[in-house]
């Protein structure tokens, strides 16, 4: 019914919401890869394979963080 309706028409907007979050997020993000792949070239082979990995788990950590940042806010938000 009605409710039913509202309910996955909210739902569509958070998603939506969250979605955009985590694409900016990725885009931000990926502008900085560049910039901490040429630091990363600098580095000597051990070095390099620790650093990529720490980028790599700072690059999920950050897109997670985003999106549980605007979950926490998204209740608040006036479209729904």
Same mark, same amino acid.
């Given at each position: 019914g009605?409710l039913?309706?509202?309910?996955c /028409?909210?739902?569509?907007?958070?998603?939506n919401?969250?979605s955009?979050?985590?694409? =900016?997020?990725?885009?931000?993000?990926?502008l900085?890869h560049?910039?901490?792949?040429?630091k /990363?070239?600098s580095i000597? *082979?051990? @070095? =390099?394979? @620790?650093?990529?990995r720490?980028l790599?788990?700072?690059? *999920?950590?950050?897109l997670?963080?985003?999106?549980?940042d605007?979950?926490e806010?998204?209740?608040q938000?006036?479209?729904?």
């Amino acid at each position: 019914g009605e409710l039913n309706s509202e309910a996955c /028409a909210a739902c569509l907007l958070v998603t939506n919401r969250l979605s955009d979050v985590l694409n =900016k997020t990725r885009a931000d993000l990926e502008l900085s890869h560049v910039a901490n792949e040429k630091k /990363a070239a600098s580095i000597d *082979r051990v @070095q =390099k394979a @620790q650093t990529k990995r720490w980028l790599k788990n700072e690059y *999920r950590v950050a897109l997670r963080a985003s999106v549980e940042d605007e979950v926490e806010k998204v209740c608040q938000r006036e479209e729904l």
